[in-house]
């Protein structure tokens, strides 16, 4: 790794990957979906994707507020893996560059050089 990525990323690769990993970990309840408060009435719904599909799922008013937290919870675990994700993705072109810059130093000094002949008759 270059000068420039380790001061812009303030640490070690390897740690800032461990430590999105140990938030991810620690993170212990998750739900997908959004929470809407039914019309005219005291209850409220659940509402996700799955498989293809729109579920609904009707919540008690006292399990609102548990339900919204492992919602919040699901969506800082994307961020995290998405940060991870960055993460590896910029280290893998990174090593990438490396490689390709080498191989073309490696290819100019293997390649011989032409001489200025003359063409034949």
Same mark, same amino acid.
């Given at each position: ?20 990993l140990?938030?991810? $970990? ?7 979906g ?10 409220? /719904? ?5 498989? $293809?599909?729109?579920?609904? @799922? ?5 399990d ?7 919602? @919040? ?16 993705? @910029? ?11 080498? /191989? ?16 034949? /008759?």
């Open positions: 790794m270059d000068i420039v990525s380790y001061i812009i990323t303030g640490m070690r690769p390897a740690r800032r990957l461990e430590r999105l140990e938030r991810m $970990g620690r993170i212990e309840r998750m739900e997908r959004v929470v809407c408060r039914m019309a005219g009435r005291p209850q409220y /719904n659940h509402q996700m994707w799955r498989d $293809g599909r729109n579920l609904t @799922r009707y919540v008690r008013p006292d609102v507020a548990s339900l919204c937290k492992a919602i @919040r919870g699901y969506a800082l675990f994307r961020r995290l893996a998405e940060q991870y994700a960055d993460q590896i993705i @910029r280290r893998t072109r990174a090593e990438r560059a490396q490689t390709s810059a080498k /191989n073309r130093a490696a290819t100019r000094k293997q390649l011989p050089r032409r001489k200025n002949r003359p063409p034949r /008759n």
